[in-house]
């Protein structure tokens, strides 16, 4: 019988349910750990960078580009290169009611295509409130025509903004250079760009580029995400936003105005500048003018030129092509100090100075010219320009330089040799870099045997015999031809050497620079030697003539040398003979034209260099072209108080007949 007072044993409904529970608690608390952990990594650690983030995210930064620095001639009243407001007009799609109606409306009044219009209209239809430009910089007869329809044409606004002027249009614009896109290139290695900013390409543009571009401001305002905000601008340029591309406000948070780039005051004689290049006018050539005491650039005009305004205005991209890809007269190149030639018989006044201060010759030195040269062991003689008319006779150093003997100069570089010539050139400024504060300078040659050798080695490896230095190589060299070959700058630079009493000048544009001029390296004795026979080169009347009369200015102390160089060896126009006949000699075989020239009783002195490409002869080319620009500058020149009276002193330390 069972026992009925007996306890009953159950089993656990829910067993293991504690430990569960304890289990889920500790998973629990380790996740709440891990979250709490994360917050404070979060808000405590990194809080602020991830407040920057948003407050980044909430705002919207557009740059305002700042206008370039002003660039000024010899005195502030002469303004080169500044900034004017161009004018944009914009249409706004979701306010013009009727954007077909708006845009055919502005076609008619701007002389647009409305089709190209309609259409971008058309590719922006998801951001009805982004601004179409219409028409960029457009003239004051279109603005005041939009203005005074203004009332029938809603959401059309004009947008201001900076754009570069250069007043004189092509006068100096090799000098001033332009701007454009700033290249692929140039931005990698840019911290203060981006893609679309418009930077120097050539010029004082490029050179003092830092300079003039000034520093950015910015607008920051609140944004919406996915919006872009349209700027516009009020009737003084002052930009502002009022809403984004999608139609919605937008305020602004505070705006950082931008700091114009600082002035440039540069040296050039602007009215000297625009005379030279008009007497260039219908020339390929090169015209520079140096006040020879202190290397101011006072003129640098090179034909043909180009206006910088091409590469700035709006509607001009057929002129930039064709300028850009013109490859025959090269118009975008300063022949002054971009583009090398032979320099003919101006490198005589070099080779004489070399020889007289190396002692190979004295004033009383003398070679007879009987219209030819022969080295010994060599058929072939070198004539000298006089050939037909029997020569010079016997000539000394001055009237070698007064009638341009090319046989006196080729005894005396065979004196001299290559060695010794090439040191004088580069002394005297010639196959070297000049220093001048302009972009991409051409440094030219002055032959020697070792420059001579490494060249060939490299252009005949197999044939040693041409790596050699012959007696031949070094008469060409003496009369400014075979392997050397000189900027314009270059010849300038020497002559002022002469002017100045035997220093070496360093040219500069930018007034803030200053004058480097060396100590004198040339004796005086060697200066009035060499100033005689130029003086007689320009002054002689009675037969025979100097080479140089037309540069003759009656009162005047004038200075030259003529220079005529051969673009093309001999044999190419062998069969043009006679003066007669010059001018049927094709164009582009003709000689080249040069002429030196200085003044001694003026203050300040000047050197001056000109050349015409293919223009025969220097006497005759380029000699009346010198006195036009001398005549010009002292007519002019107006004596200015901070003109120093001698220059502070930085020491820094093809063959053929050569006629003149």
Same mark, same amino acid.
């Given at each position: 019988m069972c026992d009925m007072t007996a306890p009953i044993s159950r089993k656990k409904r829910y067993e293991g349910f504690e430990r569960r529970i304890v289990l889920l608690g500790m998973v629990l608390v380790a996740a709440f750990g891990v979250l709490l952990a994360r917050l404070w990594h979060m808000q405590v650690i990194h809080g602020?960078?991830?407040?920057?983030?948003?407050?980044?995210?909430?705002?919207?930064?557009?740059?305002?580009?700042?206008?370039r620095g002003i660039i000024y001639g010899r005195n502030d009243g002469i303004v080169l290169a500044d900034n004017r407001a161009a004018c944009d007009i914009v249409l706004v799609p979701k306010e013009c009611g009727d954007p077909g109606a708006a845009a055919r409306r502005l076609a008619e009044i701007l002389r647009i295509d409305a089709e190209d219009l309609l259409k971008r209209i058309k590719d922006n239809g998801r951001k009805p409130y982004q601004q179409v430009i219409v028409k960029q910089d457009v003239s004051k007869t279109d603005l005041i025509r939009v203005e005074e329809?203004?009332?029938?044409?809603?959401?059309?606004?004009?947008?201001?903004?900076p754009q570069r002027r250069y007043l004189y249009g092509k006068t100096g614009g090799h000098l001033l250079g332009y701007l454009a896109e700033i290249g692929p290139e140039e931005l990698k290695q840019s911290t203060e760009n981006v893609m679309g900013d418009l930077v120097g390409w050539a010029g004082l543009e490029m050179i003092y580029q830092s300079q003039l571009r000034g520093r950015d401001g910015q607008l920051c305002v609140s944004r919406y995400a996915q919006g872009t905000p349209q700027i516009r601008t009020d009737a003084h340029g002052t930009p502002y936003v009022v809403a984004d591309d999608l139609g919605r406000k937008l305020e602004t948070d505070y705006r950082e105005d931008p700091i114009?780039?600082?002035?440039?005051?540069?040296?050039?004689?602007?009215?000297?500048?625009?005379?030279?290049e008009r007497l260039l006018e219908g020339e390929v050539g090169a015209i520079v003018a140096l006040n020879a005491e202190s290397g101011e650039v006072l003129a640098m005009a090179s034909a043909p030129g180009y206006d910088p305004s091409v590469f700035v205005t709006a509607g001009q991209a057929r002129q930039r092509i064709a300028l850009l890809s013109d490859r025959k007269q090269k118009p975008m190149r300063s022949r002054c100090f971009q583009e090398v030639y032979p320099p003919?018989?101006?490198?005589?006044?070099?080779?004489?100075?070399?020889?007289?201060?190396? #002692?190979?010759? /004295?004033?009383?030195?003398?070679?007879s010219c009987g219209g030819f040269f022969?080295? $010994?062991?060599?058929?072939?003689? *070198?004539?000298?320009?006089?050939?037909?008319r029997g020569g010079?006779?016997?000539?000394?150093?001055?009237?070698?330089?007064?009638?341009?003997?090319?046989?006196?100069?080729?005894?005396?570089?065979?004196?001299?040799?290559?060695?010794?010539?090439?040191?004088?050139?580069?002394?005297?400024?010639?196959?070297?870099?000049?220093?001048?504060?302009?972009?991409?300078?051409?440094? #030219?040659?002055? /032959?020697?045997?070792?420059?001579?050798?490494?060249?060939?080695?490299?252009?005949? $490896?197999?044939?040693?015999?041409? *790596?050699?230095?012959?007696?031949?190589?070094?008469?060409?060299l003496s009369i400014g031809q075979g392997a050397v070959a000189v900027t314009p700058l270059q010849n300038a630079i020497m002559m002022a050497c002469i002017v100045n009493g035997g220093r070496l000048v360093r040219p500069y544009l930018n007034r803030?620079?200053?004058?480097?001029?060396?100590?004198?390296?040339?004796?005086?004795?060697?200066?009035?030697?060499?100033?005689?026979?130029?003086?007689?080169?320009?002054?002689?009347?009675?037969p025979p003539s100097g080479t140089g009369k037309e540069a003759r200015i009656p009162g005047m102390i004038v200075l030259?040398?003529?220079?005529?160089?051969?673009?093309?060896?001999?044999?190419?126009?062998?069969?043009?003979?006679g003066k007669a006949r010059e001018k049927d000699i094709p164009y582009e075989l003709r000689d080249h034209a040069l002429f030196v020239a200085g003044v001694l009783d003026r203050s300040p002195r000047l050197s001056v260099s000109v050349i015409i490409e293919h223009g025969l002869h220097g006497s005759s080319a380029a000699a009346p072209i010198a006195r036009k620009v001398i005549e010009y500058f002292y007519a002019h020149h107006v004596p200015e108080a901070d003109d120093p009276e001698e220059p502070s002193l930085d020491v820094a330390g093809t063959e053929g007949p050569s006629r003149g």
């Open positions: 602020p960078a991830y407040a920057r983030e948003a407050e980044e995210n909430r705002l919207y930064v557009e740059r305002l580009r700042s206008p329809l203004s009332y029938a044409l809603p959401g059309v606004y004009t947008i201001v903004r114009p780039g600082k002035p440039l005051r540069i040296v050039l004689d602007i009215g000297l500048q625009r005379e030279a003919g018989s101006t490198f005589k006044v070099m080779l004489a100075v070399a020889a007289l201060e190396e #002692g190979e010759i /004295d004033r009383n030195t003398t070679f022969r080295l $010994p062991g060599v058929s072939r003689p *070198w004539r000298c320009w006089m050939h037909d010079h006779g016997s000539v000394n150093v001055v009237d070698a330089l007064a009638y341009s003997c090319d046989v006196f100069f080729y005894n005396v570089g065979l004196k001299l040799g290559p060695e010794r010539i090439n040191l004088w050139a580069a002394r005297m400024g010639l196959g070297v870099p000049s220093g001048i504060d302009l972009p991409s300078e051409a440094v #030219g040659i002055v /032959d020697s045997p070792e420059a001579k050798r490494k060249r060939f080695q490299k252009l005949h $490896p197999k044939e040693p015999s041409e *790596w050699k230095w012959y007696p031949g190589n070094t008469v060409n803030d620079r200053g004058p480097s001029v060396s100590e004198p390296f040339i004796s005086e004795r060697t200066i009035a030697i060499v100033e005689e026979g130029m003086r007689k080169c320009v002054e002689k009347d009675v030259g040398k003529t220079g005529t160089a051969q673009a093309v060896g001999t044999q190419h126009y062998a069969q043009y003979k």
